[in-house]
């Protein structure tokens, strides 16, 4: 089991920055890639950014440019560094984690998430 709890989220003016962090915790050692997800009312959760084990960085294209994810595994930890909010990065984010499909070793693959923070960003 992974344990996932995410911090830094809150409500800022549009142009501000936030960073949010997300700590592990549980068997940590199987989690592979991690990631953060959004939803904001009446849309779907959608990818936001990703990490894999070795450091390789993917970003939906309106994170691009602004947003900047990382992750520190001896600390079991991931953040996720917001510059230029804007309104429409409104939303609450998840943390997300997955883990190595390895049945010897952690068992079966899985994915976890966290309870979400929310990030509010005013006009």
């Known amino acids: 089991q992974v344990q996932l709890v995410e911090s830094g989220g809150g409500l800022v003016q549009a142009g501000d920055s936030l960073r949010l962090s997300c700590a592990a915790s549980?068997?940590?050692?199987?989690?592979?890639?991690m990631g953060w997800y959004r939803q904001a009312p009446g849309k779907e959760r959608e990818p936001v950014a990703g990490i894999t084990s070795g450091g390789s960085t993917n970003y939906t294209d309106s994170a691009k440019g602004r947003f900047t994810i990382s992750r520190d595994n001896a600390k079991n930890t991931l953040s996720l560094q917001m510059n230029s909010l804007k309104p429409e990065d409104t939303a609450v984010y998840y943390c997300n984690a997955l883990t190595w499909d390895i049945p010897t070793m952690c068992g079966r693959g899985y994915d976890y998430w966290g309870q979400g923070t929310q990030v509010t960003v005013s006009s």
């Open positions: 549980g068997d940590t050692r199987c989690i592979s890639a």
